[in-house]
């Protein structure tokens, strides 16, 4: 067995098979249309080139509504066991906040008392239980207003529906009121800086296969521990990786370093050159000399 070696030094088809595309989604197609986009596309490629690597998945982060467009990562082969790092992160987005009446002078200061926990019950066509539940606003700023509509850009906690939030605000402003075109430009890591579109992607890969120039795919695809960017880490030995390969948890001796977590916090573990190995759960102490450090949650390699 080998481990994946450093980010920077992998070849297209190993970073293809442990890749993330942060995406620029389009409106129109759902979310999971997309990703087997991209899916099929990137296997048909590795299958091009030859070798024995190829992808059975691709995964997005978050689900964005069909006619909601911006930031949608989307993990390739292994990578897709990082999706529990996205529960972790924040969303921003901008949104149009469509009101039924002219818009009210006090618009700015009505939308600043939503920040903070709010109560959410998801709408009747989400996918999870209907069931009250606490979000956390922390940023909801009106941006600009004309005679019936605000321009809104919100930071949130996973999970928040926008759309509601929108019928909310309304609500409070007296006017009533319902969500316009939304936007996501953020979406912890990522953010709409490095977006790149699904033409780029395809563009990418046949240069890489057609001209043997992959210098275009090494920059709309980013490793997968990119995704991992905003989480805790732990270092571990080569040693202790091979056994976390075989279904064992960090124990103490293989830890070289670790940054001060609370347990119970969620961790990624890496080895001295920067490749991802597992996510897990800080449970012990790093500094002893025995016991388990990290309970593993997803295996990498």
């Known amino acids: 067995m080998s481990l994946r070696g450093p980010p920077e030094e992998r070849s297209p088809a190993e970073l293809l098979a442990f890749g993330v595309v942060n995406l620029d989604k389009p409106p129109g197609p759902s979310s999971h249309q997309v990703s087997g986009w991209l899916r099929d596309a990137v296997d ?25 467009t911006g930031c949608l990562p989307v993990m390739l082969g ?10 972790e992160g924040e969303k ?38 209907r069931r009250l539940r606490v979000r956390e606003i922390y940023d909801l700023s009106v941006l600009e207003t004309t005679d019936r509509q605000a321009l809104l850009r919100i930071r949130c906690e996973s999970g928040t529906y926008v759309r509601k939030l929108c ?19 953020a979406t912890e890591p ?13 563009d990418a890969l046949a240069f890489w296969l057609e001209d043997d120039d992959p210098d275009l795919l090494y920059e709309v695809v980013s490793p997968g521990e990119r995704i991992l960017e905003g989480l805790p880490s732990v270092t571990i030995a080569e040693s202790a990786a091979r056994e976390v390969a ?56």
């Open 190 to 202: 990522f953010d709409d800086s490095t977006l790149h579109t699904a033409s780029e992607l395809f």
């Open 44 to 68: 048909d490629a590795l299958a091009d080139a030859g070798g024995e690597t190829r992808i059975e998945k691709a995964a997005h982060a978050g689900t964005l509504d069909p006619k909601v």
């Open 78 to 87: 292994k990578a897709t066991r990082l999706a529990p790092a996205f529960l």
């Open 167 to 185: 019928h909310d605000l309304g609500l409070a402003l007296g006017t009533g009121a319902h969500m316009g075109h939304l936007r996501r430009t």
């Open 92 to 129: 921003e987005y901008v949104a149009v906040l469509e009101c039924h009446g002219p818009v009210p002078a006090d618009v700015g200061s009505v939308a600043a008392e939503f920040e903070g926990p709010i109560y959410q019950k998801p709408p009747r066509k989400s996918a999870v239980s």
């Open 246 to 301: 075989e279904g064992a948890p960090v124990y103490a001796p293989g830890v070289i370093a670790a940054d001060d977590v609370e347990r119970g916090a969620l961790v990624a573990c890496y080895t001295e050159d920067g490749a991802a190995v597992c996510l897990g759960r800080m449970v012990g102490d790093p500094d002893a000399n025995e016991g388990t450090v990290v309970d593993l949650e997803r295996v990498l390699v």
